[in-house]
């Protein structure tokens, strides 16, 4: 890889911008201070160093964010804010995108990464991820409504859902659930909530496949993943 490539991917700007730094005599390769931006360079085994701090080379990112209400899951929006705009200059030179949507107003476990590959292990209808949500509902969940989950159910454009795991935390007026479904379908949850007659008004998603939402994490707030979490992440692909 050139080094103006490396160093750009890296987020020391873009490639005329780099070619500034070089002519700066700031870089070093293997201890040697270059200055030709095609300079070419092992990107796992070369010591890059810009004005004497090393430079490690990272191709994929992956971070873990507890998404607000109001922010919606895209890259770029012309009206709304998105989980983009809640990051980083260091991170967004990534081009991260969202592994799959959020609603505009549900919170919780949302994934970002460059990685194509696992985003697509991710979300294929074929892999059947869990995906795990809580939620306020009103009107009382019953049994009934857990078994009709459990067989799956019809939403209004008749389609029929795949089993679902609805356990009831509390019931009432207004009930707290927790649901697990392999689906992403377009507002699916409240969807499914609607087949039975009632409604979601607080929808917060808690894990998905193998990780869950760091309870740690404010809402709006975001950290790169572990290297625990990156290792269940990969015995998925």
Known sequence: MRIDKFLSNMGFGSRKEVKVLL????????????????IQV???????????????YVEFIYLLMNKPAGV???????????????????EKHFNPFP???????TEGFLLLTNDGQLAHELL???????????????????DEDVAAFEKGVVLEDGYATKPGKLT???????????????????HQVKRMFISVGKEVT????????????????????????TEDELELLKQRK
């Not at 092992?42 to 490690?56: F, Y």
């Not at 770029?76 to 990051?87: G, K, S």
């Not at 592994?99 to 107003?105: A, E, I, Q």
């Not at 991820?129 to 969940?141: E, P, Q, R, S």
Request: charged share 35%; hydrophobic share 35%.
């Open 99 to 105: 592994v799959g949507r959020l609603d505009k107003d």
């Open 23 to 38: 002519k700066s005599k700031a870089v070093e390769v293997n201890g040697t201070v270059v200055r030709d931006p095609k």
């Open 168 to 186: 009831v935390l509390k019931s009432g007026p207004i009930s707290e659930i927790e649901l697990t479904i392999t689906e992403g379908k377009f």
């Open 124 to 142: 294929s209808p074929k892999k059947h991820v869990d995906k795990t949500y809580f939620a306020h509902i009103k009107g009382t969940v019953t």
């Open 72 to 90: 919606v899951s895209a890259t770029e929006d012309n009206y709304d804010r998105t989980v983009i705009d809640l990051l980083k200059d260091e």
């Open 42 to 56: 092992n990107e796992q085994s070369d010591k890059v160093e810009v004005n004497g701090e090393a430079v490690e």
């Open 202 to 225: 607080y929808l917060k998603r808690l894990s998905m496949g193998p990780l869950s939402l760091d309870p740690a994490l404010a809402l709006g707030k975001y950290r790169h993943l």
